[in-house]
Structures are given as structure tokens and as C-alpha cells.
Nanobody, 130 residues
Framework: QVQLVESGGGLMQAGGSLRLSCAAS????????VGWFRQAPGKEREFVIT????????????DYADSVKGRFTISRDNAKNTVYLQMSNLKPEGTAVYYC???????????????????WGQGTQVTVSS
């Protein structure tokens, strides 16, 4: 049974930085596509950032929502089976519950879509005050 557990959320002032973690158990993260999504109050869940293994398996590819490009990055520590979302220059509109999701890296998948992922964490709240 695969479990994803997010942590690191909290209350931050606009302009600040925060790092979220997504720890996996039950499978290795090194071969998985991992994405972050967020859901703001009263809104649908939206894509934030994702990372998947490229063909050949020796590198990772990342994709970013336009709203976070240049401010958010994704990284992973395969030894810890953990993926990180580093957020900087936080904005009040970034207030949301942040979810990580994972799936086997399948070539040709659209990793911006929720339906591409098999496993989801419970979410962690990020609140950005102005």
C-alpha cells in the first residue's frame, strides 16, 4: 500500500519562503512521477508543479504552472524517498491546501492532469498573509 504524507505547511507572510515535503512509503520515488497540486478555498484543485523521469532514466524533467514559474522548484531525495516543493516569494493567492501525488512514470502522460496520478497525500495547509 502506497502512502504519501505531506508536511511543512504553515502560516507565512507574503514574500517569504517555505518548503513542503512529500514522503512516500510502500514504493520507491526514484522512478515515479510526482506532482504538487493545490486547492484554494472555494476553488477547484489546480496543478502547481510536477517532475518525472526522462527516457533512459538518468534525468528528471519538470513542468511548472505559469503562476509559480521562477518562484517554485521541485526536487527529490531518493535516499529519503521524499520529494520537496520549495516555494519562494509567496503570494496571498498561494493560500491553499497543497497536495502531492505520484504515479509510475509513463511516457506520454500529461502530468498536469490529476487523472494521471494514482496516489495522493492528505494535503498540508499553506496560508500566506499580506
Amino acid at each position: 500500500q502506497v502512502q504519501l504524507v505531506e508536511s511543512g505547511g504553515g502560516l507565512m507572510q507574503a514574500g517569504g519562503s517555505l518548503r513542503l515535503s512529500c514522503a512516500a512509503s510502500g514504493r520507491t520515488f526514484s522512478t515515479a512521477a510526482v506532482g504538487w497540486f493545490r486547492q484554494a478555498p472555494g476553488k477547484e484543485r489546480e496543478f502547481v508543479i510536477t517532475q518525472w523521469r526522462g527516457r533512459g532514466g538518468s534525468f528528471y524533467i519538470a513542468d511548472y504552472a505559469d503562476s509559480v514559474k521562477g518562484r517554485f522548484t521541485i526536487s527529490r531525495d531518493n535516499a529519503k524517498n521524499t520529494v520537496y516543493l520549495q516555494m519562494s516569494n509567496l503570494k496571498p493567492e498561494g493560500t491553499a491546501v497543497y497536495y502531492c501525488a505520484a504515479a509510475d512514470s509513463k511516457y506520454g502522460s500529461n502530468w498536469r492532469l490529476e487523472s494521471s496520478y494514482e496516489y495522493w497525500g492528505q494535503g498540508t495547509q499553506v496560508t500566506v498573509s499580506s
